[in-house]
């Protein structure tokens, strides 16, 4: 009996190691094939350079989810499909100019963009005097008196200090996103807003704002100004309280324009009710061409799938790829996917966005319950060899956000986010910006972490 | 008895739990600090686009010797002086060219630069056949009669698929350091060796090679050829094997001029013999203006010494920098310093090396025995707050390695290196490839670091 047992014991152990060992191998050659012969980059290149920026409701969104599909459909996925969107529809207009005059007939230009949702300002523009402030309470400090009839400049830079550079993004970005609401309801007749970007340099950064509950007729036009921009008007300011300020936009918002969310699996071939998704968004701001953000998320998702058909695996479950719209300025592809999700009782037991640009992972976060994390923090060292080294728990991503349920398990693809905001929603978020290899380990990354879900679960 | 004891324990933990948060705290700081109101990146502006390239022997060298010592004057160090070293003067000279020449009268340009330490082609230039090879045994068994009179093309890319690209570089460079000997001794003309770099591109990357035990009349002229243009010798070759090559190099080794190494310190106020080395090395290739080989490293270094001045931390320990000379060509900066510290026989505890580029840090690379990097490990948990998660055992810095003695402990800042052989030796390794905040976070490690080992000695 004792033998028995040992042998038991022994084979035991002999089945274990050998998973392990086919697991590691496994994941060994997702990394290989996708540093060797990775199609992520050649797909950028072509989403980037051929297609370009792709504001949702554009002709370039809508390019997009053609060359999705098609894209998905020469893979040869078992199921492919659009699902219908409607998106908001923002155009930025022809022209965007603003200037400091310091007295008349002196004035310098200065590099702006409108904010995504903005409204435009007159056509002969803006010219008025400024305020500034760094945060909320400092513009109520102010009041009306001092807002009426003026500009707010919201000046508040982004924290160096933070080493998450996210983190440092939502301690300031409300200024970009709430600011004209609060400043129009002061009286104020523009924002300007000091761009979300660590560095300093010339590029204004665009973004989404929205004017709560404010009635049409009291909507202000917002424009983010670059940070060298900032510190000049900044510094004229003090120099001179009268300056004036000249802005014009000339953007305007449509009637919503139907989309589509771009959809394709692998249907699996002992769970197939089981649905393990992986994601990005396939729309950008309209400035650059959206190379971080997000057509890096959208190709390595892309190859993760396209890697399991290379090799020949047959996953247990579904893996599905999400090219989800209008995660800039609307989230409406998160949002329908989620109700089309409930309405077809899907199971979905883990969904991974990638949505932090195209740079070195180091790891992923996890919106999951304590067995969740234990089974997954088991999975860390088949990452060790790759120098994946952050498995934490944390927020995953804006478009399977909707899909929480307490039940499946959330993850976001962790990059080295110390350049992310030099690019972010600037017209520098361009293919030249994203090194392949970095693109490629992400896209191995998350295929390793998916294969590890198809065979354990959750 | 046993409440004097509790006591005891209860005073010992609250000791220790004290010390662990004042670390902490003074490592924010220095955190702080360094990317809040740095110098390294203002420091690294001057040395790349002020001065330059600054190959041993030139007159940007001697430039930067100076410079840096200035810096640590204008720093208000405690000692501050230059150690003279003979170095090696290898000079590109004012024209450098080849062509891939498929028949008669059809020619195309492909981007080549001589290897640091190269012969010059004769003035005419050279114009021969091509053999192609991946290996040194490739190179044997085509034998005496196929290479006679060719030129040799070593063409072996770094492997992809390592995540370490330093491992994919030590995979690979031996074609480059040692092509030329191998090839010469086999009758070749030349050597064109494929570029050290896992992109492609048409950037030809330099670097040192050397000759052996080849007499001077021997020796042959080594050239690297840009990824690109190596690829596209290789697909005529496989067309034509009888395509000619033409190589024209001007260069030239002169005899040994002298340089300086820069040592700069703070004088411990506890233990002033035991001294806590950082350094990188002040040459360059002179192909770019050699930001993160090794810049970087420089004004990382000066900015350790710099933060604790402006902290007005006093060290227990003497801190001191070294700016080394000829890391690229000789290694002379370091086995002069190693032979000055031997015999001034002076106690070196821990030397710390940034060399591997200005990108984010990750961790650091420790030559160090059991029980010390026991004592090291325990740190880790200082940096976790800022993502440093790699602490390992393995090789620190070409310039510090001459110190070893089985006592002195030696590290390396072990930093994200995708990118770092898209840039290595090649005139695109340029002030603009450098990001700020990476480069402070760099220095922000290495000076927490530094700050621990002052705290607890080996």
Redesign the interface.
Known sequence: MRKLILFFIFSLTQFLNAQLAIHQDQINIL??KA??EGYAYNWLDHLSNKIGGRLSGSLNAERAVKWGKEELEALKLDRIFLQKVMVPKWVRGTFEYASIISSPGMSINVPICALGGSISTPSSGLRAGVVEVKTFKELEQLGKDKVKGKFVFFNRPMP??F???FEAYSNTVNQRTQGAEKAAKLGAVGVIIRSMN??LDDFPHTGSMNYGDLPNKKRIPAAAISTNGAQLLSSMLSLNKNLKFYLKLDCKNFPDVQSFNVVGEIIGNIHPNEIILVGGHLDSWDLGDGSHDNGAGIVQSMEVLRLFKEMNYKPKRTIRVVMYMNEENGLRGGLAYAKYAKQSIENHIFALESDAGGF?P?GFSFEANESQFKKIKSWKKYFQ???L??FELGGSGADIGPLQDNKVVLSGLLT?S??YF?FHHASNDTFDAI????LE?GAAAMASLVYLVDQYGF
């Open positions: 990394y290989k540093l060797q160096a200090e080493i998450n550079t660590l560095r070195s180091r060899p790759f120098m080294d952050r080295d110390q350049r030099d090194n392949k290899r970095e380990l």
